[in-house]
């Protein structure tokens, strides 16, 4: 279990991630995570927000004993909430609540990848790169799409794969890519590989701004052992993750609820 003082104005602290391609909710009660809710963001974020206060509602998580604090890029769709806090700031608190150690959090989201630079639990620095959607999530969900995988047995493939290299920076010339090699019968599991290397390297060049001696890795890939693997060789330096680190936005929001 994970315990961390909190202000108890009311029974509940309930933190609501509505990001580009999932929604996280995270319960609090006395400093204890005691739910979490994991949904498709779908095309409507007011609509996913409405069905997490519904499913809250039902066991008896309420706006009379609740407070509710709402992050991500749907967190102005979210009527109920009393609060709306930036990312950045919900990553970093979250993810220190989660590891209690200083490094740069790496956050692997749908749209766009962050680096947040974490010491005694405050923000130091952050990168962001939201320009492209190349070493994102959206890039992994293209190409495996095009793969006809799922994400599973991409990293699955990877493993046995050959260096293959990737070259294109944009989402779209990578895809192309990818289809020109599928063409030429080029086994799937070096394609496999080469995709996800793309996404690695990506990273690892974003986080050259934010370089420290050991990294969290939070978001939809926080279980991916073989990309958790990858990036701990780029970087050279220790990668740790959790079942949990998925939640670290909507963490760090019911964390600050007042």
Same mark, same amino acid.
């Given at each position: ?23 996280? !909710? ?29 499913? =809250? ?60 630079? =974490?010491?005694?639990? $405050? ?22 799409? $095009?793969?006809?995988? !799922?994400?599973?047995?991409?990293? $699955? ?73 990858? =990036? ?9 993750? =959790? ?16």
């Amino acid at each position: 279990m994970l315990f961390l003082k909190v202000k108890e104005d009311k029974m509940y602290q309930v933190g609501i991630d509505i990001g580009s391609s999932s929604a996280k !909710t995270a319960v609090l009660k006395g400093g204890e995570i005691i739910k979490t809710i994991l949904l498709d963001t779908g095309f409507s974020s007011r609509k996913v927000a409405d069905e997490i206060y519904a499913m =809250l509602e039902a066991e008896g998580i309420t706006r009379e004993n609740a407070g509710y604090v709402a992050t991500g890029y749907g967190r102005v769709s979210v009527p109920y909430a009393d609060d709306t806090v930036t990312e950045i700031t919900c990553h970093g608190k979250g993810s220190y609540f989660l590891f209690r150690e200083n490094g740069t959090v790496i956050d692997i989201g749908g749209q766009d990848t962050k680096g947040i630079s =974490l010491k005694n639990g $405050r923000v130091m620095k952050f990168v962001m790169n939201d320009k492209c959607s190349a070493g994102t999530g959206k890039f992994l969900e293209v190409m495996t799409n $095009r793969l006809g995988l !799922t994400p599973e047995e991409l990293s $699955r493939l990877a493993r046995k794969g050959k260096e293959i290299t990737i070259s294109s920076m944009c989402t779209v010339f990578a895809e192309s890519e990818v289809i020109s090699l599928i063409g030429k019968e080029t086994p799937r599991e070096d394609i496999a590989f080469g995709v996800i290397e793309s996404v690695v390297n990506k990273v690892v060049s974003l986080l050259a701004q934010v370089p420290n001696d050991r990294y969290f890795l939070t978001g939809g890939l926080c279980e991916d052992a073989y990309i958790i693997g990858r =990036l701990a060789k780029a970087l050279d330096a220790p990668v740790s993750s =959790l079942p949990l680190a998925r939640y670290a936005g909507a963490i760090g929001a019911a964390l600050l609820c007042k």
